[in-house]
């Protein structure tokens, strides 16, 4: 089987109106095609994508105490090296040592009682995301609970090993109206796409049946969704991620949808009357169609922290090739908006 040659989206930037309507715009770029990886995007991102590690940063004044050394193996316990596999490391840093000015002013806002704090980062190839922090709070059993993984992307995880082509997270905004529209275009147009959309042609893939065969997860067209609730407790570090990936979510009261594929990879957000046919097509056609041997990193979304071992759950026949090590340079191009789209 020939090393994947065909690109896929390779950049989302998310361009926010001040005006009466908000419109996200998003820019893909393509590289050039040679011959066409038939394997889809959500099965090769699967196989071939690492989760990037999230940096979870204790700041400190003076040694630890007993309780909040025991909370600091609790984490190092899950990171990603440990047999959990969270995508994630662990870094104690003394407060009069701080260089950063993120992880200074975190510091002054949350550790004036002198007490540690547990500052939580995307990972560095997160490009687009406004900025890295995620939270800062005082490091106690409340902050490290659900940190590193939580029943949902429990879940979520089970239904992408699972061969689901992609989970898409509802995320209802409290007003019942705007969250009974939202969800029902959601799940309306998403089984649409479930049953219009086809996969690529697998018989040019060689010796696709035997594969097949091989593979522990089947390779279907199949998405789903799941509810997060913003006051569920279990998944606040969830929500926050999710929230904090694009400048305005926070401040925004309105239904949102993310698809996610991979191994937790979440596209973007659609909010509102961007979840509409228009961008859950544009959505579900990217995330199903032939593959890229393009780096992850430069292309749209960015990584959830999850505690997966990815690799023994995928097993190891796979259906894709490793990424090439020469890719053309890319042709830009502009999509239709993903949020309050009419």
């Not at 401040?251 to 909010?271: C, H, I, K, S, W």
């Not at 292309?299 to 690799?311: S, T, Y």
Request: aromatic share 6%; glycine share 6%; hydrophobic share 40%.
């Amino acid at each position: 089987m020939n090393p994947c040659k065909q690109s896929f989206p390779s950049k989302a930037t998310a361009l926010v109106s001040v005006a009466l309507f908000s419109i996200a715009l998003v820019s893909i770029s393509w590289a050039a095609v040679a011959d066409a990886c038939q394997v889809p995007v959500f099965r090769y991102a699967l196989e071939r994508w690492p989760a990037d590690n999230y940096e979870l940063v204790v700041l400190h004044d003076g040694p630890l105490g007993d309780a909040e050394s025991k909370l600091v193996e609790h984490l190092r316990a899950s990171d990603h090296q440990s047999s959990v596999s969270a995508n994630c490391g662990v870094r104690l840093i003394e407060a009069a040592t701080l260089q950063d000015e993120q992880l200074k002013s975190a510091w002054a806002k949350h550790g004036k009682s002198g007490k540690p704090v547990l500052v939580s980062l995307y990972p560095v190839t997160a490009q687009e995301v406004p900025d890295r922090l995620i939270a800062a709070a005082p490091l106690n059993s409340e902050s490290v609970g659900n940190l590193v993984d939580s029943p949902i992307r429990q879940e979520i995880a089970k239904r992408l090993v699972g061969g689901e082509s992609a989970v898409w997270i509802f995320v209802p905004c409290g007003d019942p109206k705007q969250d009974e529209v939202a969800l029902g275009n959601l799940t309306r147009f998403v089984q649409q796409n479930e049953q219009s959309l086809e996969l690529p042609e697998q018989e040019e893939v060689e010796d696709e049946q035997a594969l097949l065969e091989q593979s522990a997860i089947d390779l279907r067209l199949d998405f789903s969704i799941l509810t997060l609730r913003r006051d569920d407790p279990a998944e606040q570090f969830l929500l926050k991620m999710l929230l904090a990936s694009e400048p305005d979510l926070e401040g925004l009261d309105q239904p949102m949808a993310f698809p996610v594929l991979g191994r937790g990879r979440v596209l973007y957000a659609l909010v509102g009357k961007g979840i509409s046919e228009l961008t859950i097509g544009l959505a579900s056609r990217f995330i199903i169609g032939p593959c890229s041997c393009q780096v992850k990193n430069q292309n749209p979304g960015f990584d959830l922290l999850m505690a997966v071992d990815w690799e023994k759950k995928i097993g190891t026949a796979k259906l894709s090739d490793p990424l090439p090590e020469t890719s053309a340079a890319p042709v830009l191009l502009t999509i239709p908006p993903g949020r309050n789209a009419k």
